[in-house]
Every structure is written in structure tokens, then in C-alpha cells.
Nanobody
Framework: QLQAYGGGLVQAGGSLRLSCAAS????????MGWFRRAPGKERVFVAE????????LYADSVKGRFAVSRDNAKNTVYLQMNSLKPEDTAIYYC??????????????WGQGTLVTVSS
């Protein structure tokens, strides 16, 4: 129900945009967000947007560099990642939740997409 894509290999300082396409039933009216799991670490929250995109929330580690947005007409959420650092290397997952994905367990998880940032 959630399909994430757009990962790849990029040099430090570069940019990538991740996309996550959802079915209308999974997307409409739901908060959408991104998590990541770095090698050997737990999965952690990255960013979320509320149902209409009017509110966003970011982890401190990505604030000012990443931007989450959504296109409700396309049932798609995006994560624009700028000024990438090697420590951003991780598998990135999108998620959907009734009101939030940050403060309660998401209802739906997508498969991950790998982002590798070389130094």
C-alpha cells in the first residue's frame, strides 16, 4: 500500500528526493512520514506532515536540510534531502498514521529505499 522510491548513491553535500506513493485509502486524511534505519542502529523518526501538509515535524538531525511535503492529488509524499552527510546513510521508510506517525505507531509501513552518502 506504500511504495517508496528515489534512493541511491550520492556524494556528501548532494541532494536526493524520495517519493512514497500510496493508495487513496492509505493516504487520504492520514498523516504521512519518514523514518530511517542506519546500519546497526534502530529505526528512528525523520519527518512527518499532517493530512493536508499544513504542519510538519522534523528530527533535530535533519532540521533545516530535509523537507517533507505531500501532493494529495497524487497520493504521494516526498522527502527532499539537501546537504546530505555520510551519517544520513540509511534505509528510509515511509509510513502512514491516523493523526501522527511520530507519536504513535504508524498504521502502515512501506518498504524501504536505500540512501548511501559517500564522503
Amino acid at each position: 500500500q506504500l511504495q517508496a522510491y528515489g534512493g541511491g548513491l550520492v556524494q556528501a553535500g548532494g541532494s536526493l528526493r524520495l517519493s512514497c506513493a500510496a493508495s487513496e485509502r492509505t493516504f487520504s486524511g492520514y498523516a504521512m512520514g519518514w523514518f530511517r534505519r542506519a546500519p546497526g542502529k534502530e529505526r528512528v523518526f525523520v519527518a512527518e506532515t499532517n493530512w493536508d501538509g499544513s504542519n510538519t515535524l522534523y528530527a533535530d538531525s535533519v532540521k533545516g536540510r530535509f523537507a517533507v511535503s505531500r501532493d494529495n492529488a497524487k497520493n504521494t509524499v516526498y522527502l527532499q534531502m539537501n546537504s546530505l552527510k555520510p551519517e544520513d546513510t540509511a534505509i528510509y521508510y515511509c509510513a502512514a498514521g491516523r493523526f501522527t506517525v511520530r507519536f504513535s505507531e504508524p498504521a502502515t509501513w512501506g518498504q524501504g529505499t536505500l540512501v548511501t552518502v559517500s564522503s
